[in-house]
């Protein structure tokens, strides 16, 4: 007599692709999915930061654009106040605001935080912190109420990310 044991790891289902974003004519660097509007948020080696939302057809199409003045190389979004940090080449992480109906991008201000790739954004609604890390070697926090830088720190390695 002989016994079959299932191994459950084997049976692991394969991965699927669930979208497809089509016509980009250059790197997307980072993408952030926001699944309760069905919708993707890019930035692009092209310099530009694009809101995607999936129309009836099942398909994604751009609801709002800005070309940012360097490539976008990180992205972060918090959902509560509907904010979007995209950090760029030149060391600048930029803030904006998506209203409501995902159709338009609010350039609320500008972070100068570093002097190189921006690898790493994260915030801090408790503390109202913007964290940002670098190719530059350093760590920078800054007040999401007002702007100003409010410490930061030297790393013996580029940063990476944050989580």
């Known amino acids: 007599m002989a016994a079959v044991i299932h191994d459950p790891q084997r049976e692991a289902r394969k991965p699927e692709l669930a979208f497809r974003i089509d016509g980009f004519g250059c790197d997307v660097n980072d993408a952030i999915f926001l699944p309760e509007n069905e ?3 890019t930035g692009t080696e ?3 930061l694009r809101v995607w939302m ?3 057809t099942g398909r994604f199409w751009p609801s709002a654009l ?4 360097s490539p976008v190389s990180s992205l972060f979004y918090c959902s509560q106040i509907r904010c979007i940090y995209a950090g760029l080449d030149n060391g600048t ?3 904006f605001f998506l209203s409501e109906d995902l159709n338009h991008l609010d350039h ?3 972070y100068l935080s570093h002097t190189a790739r921006i690898c790493g954004i994260i915030s801090s609604l408790d503390m109202k912190w913007i964290v940002t890390t670098s190719k530059d070697r350093t ?3 800054y007040s999401s ?3 100003k830088r409010l410490g930061g720190h030297q790393l013996e390695a580029a940063g990476t990310c944050l989580e």
């Open 39 to 41: 919708c993707i948020v």
């Open 46 to 48: 092209d310099r530009t």
């Open 54 to 56: 999936r129309r009836d």
């Open 66 to 69: 800005e070309v940012l003045p």
């Open 93 to 95: 992480v930029m803030e």
């Open 108 to 110: 609320r201000r500008d």
């Open 139 to 141: 760590v920078a926090w």
């Open 145 to 147: 109420e007002n702007g």
